[in-house]
């Protein structure tokens, strides 16, 4: 039986920046000319956020030349601020819709294979940083073998089931380099398609002081789908709401489970208790704003919501669900861990740092200087260093 992929080029490792055929020798571009493909960068969501402060900081600082290849556009207005000195190319102003990995979204970016490839035959880059694997399984399909390719992991190494696993281990192992954000990424990834590097996602820090989190709000932030599970946090809280009516819950985002999730805190009669706030353009105010955060995520990769809150000084409790949570808070110090999925145990979780305020002040606390560890500079010059590994410049 020939194999499917057959057909397909086949990429060559360790491109250079640009072969000069009359001189014979390779000459390094004065600028990194690096290109960002993404399913719908109109979208609000974490890795929407990463995109917007590495691209800042590459453009403003370390002088690159960035473009944002989006195959769709769901927005006329960007949810983030980006630098003016990023160039966006939208391939389709259709927007991106079905939930993630639906049927409907999978068509959506095979119909778009043949504007991917139009794009990339006119246009070349240095490097083409590939977010997620449905972008890279795009860029493997349609762009042309002389183009570096990376893929950048933003979920798990398990999130796919089993057949999806082996399609993504066969393309990775023929791309020029694959990015996770945690460890256990890694050494899940690298016996399977090898020439994998770890690189955390980045915060911005603002020159403030920790919350005073003497609040009775408990935020949460994220996109309103299965994966962040708010579905169990609203039956999580009916139990605190019992020993604490006074506390509340507020879940900021949007999504397609809006209207399930609505019906659950009626249903359980915590109107008022749990609130969903949508999407907010001061959340940074909106963390100051509350006594801590909770994250009820079934899967991370590497959760934004966690370096945000404690950025602001305000301490995270998260289940230890794959695989982010973990790379990020040290339980006991700078937040709190519960057994992945265990509702009691998140509930008295919850309740315990409603109740020990010396506690929730000393996480809190700890927790605004460690995630000093992720500043975007320091994460933008690890990217640096990978991609002069990758192009041998």
Request: hydrophobic share 40%.
């Amino acid at each position: 039986m020939k194999n499917p992929f057959n057909r397909l080029w086949r990429v060559f490792s360790n491109q250079p920046v640009h072969y000069n055929a009359t001189m014979g020798r390779r000459q390094q571009q004065e600028h990194l000319n690096l290109c960002y493909f993404y399913t719908d960068i109109s979208m609000n969501g974490g890795i929407e956020r990463v995109i917007s402060l590495l691209a800042g900081e590459q453009v403003e600082k370390l002088g690159y030349n960035v473009t944002i290849v989006s195959m769709f556009r769901s927005s006329k207005l960007l949810p983030y601020d980006f630098s003016d000195k990023i160039n966006f190319v939208y391939l389709s102003d259709e927007p991106y819709g079905g939930a993630p990995g639906s049927l409907r979204r999978l068509k959506l970016q095979l119909k778009s294979l043949f504007l991917i490839k139009k794009h990339f035959r006119k246009h070349k880059y240095d490097v083409i940083a590939a977010q997620s694997f449905p972008c890279a399984f795009m860029a493997y399909l349609a762009i042309h073998r002389k183009q570096t390719i990376i893929a950048v992991e933003h979920v798990y190494h398990d999130y796919y089931g089993a057949h999806v696993q082996k399609l993504r281990n066969y393309i990775y192992r023929r791309l020029n380099g694959v990015v996770v954000l945690t460890d256990n990424d890694r050494d899940a990834f690298v016996a399977k398609v090898g020439k994998v590097e770890v690189i955390p996602n980045p915060i911005v820090f603002n020159d403030n002081v920790p919350a005073i989190l003497n609040s009775t709000k408990i935020i949460t932030v994220g996109r309103l789908e299965h994966q962040k599970g708010y579905d169990n946090l609203i039956k999580i809280f009916r139990k605190v709401h019992k020993a604490h009516p006074e506390w509340t819950l507020h879940i900021y985002g949007k999504g397609t489970q809006k209207d399930m999730l609505q019906s659950m805190i009626e249903q359980y009669g915590m109107i008022g208790a749990v609130v969903l706030e949508g999407v907010s353009d001061v959340i940074a105010e909106k963390f100051r704003d509350s006594a801590f955060c909770v994250v009820s995520s079934r899967f991370e990769g590497f959760p934004m919501v966690i370096t945000e809150a404690m950025r602001e000084g305000v301490p995270c409790i998260s289940f230890r669900c794959p695989n982010g949570p973990e790379s990020i808070i040290t339980h006991g110090v700078d937040g709190l861990l519960v057994e992945n999925q265990n509702k009691d145990a998140m509930a008295d979780a919850i309740i315990n740092l409603i109740e020990d305020a010396e506690l929730r002040h000393k996480l809190g606390l700890e927790a605004f200087r460690s995630i000093r560890q992720f500043d975007v500079h320091t994460v933008a010059m690890k990217w640096d260093e990978y991609y002069k590994t990758i192009l041998n410049v």
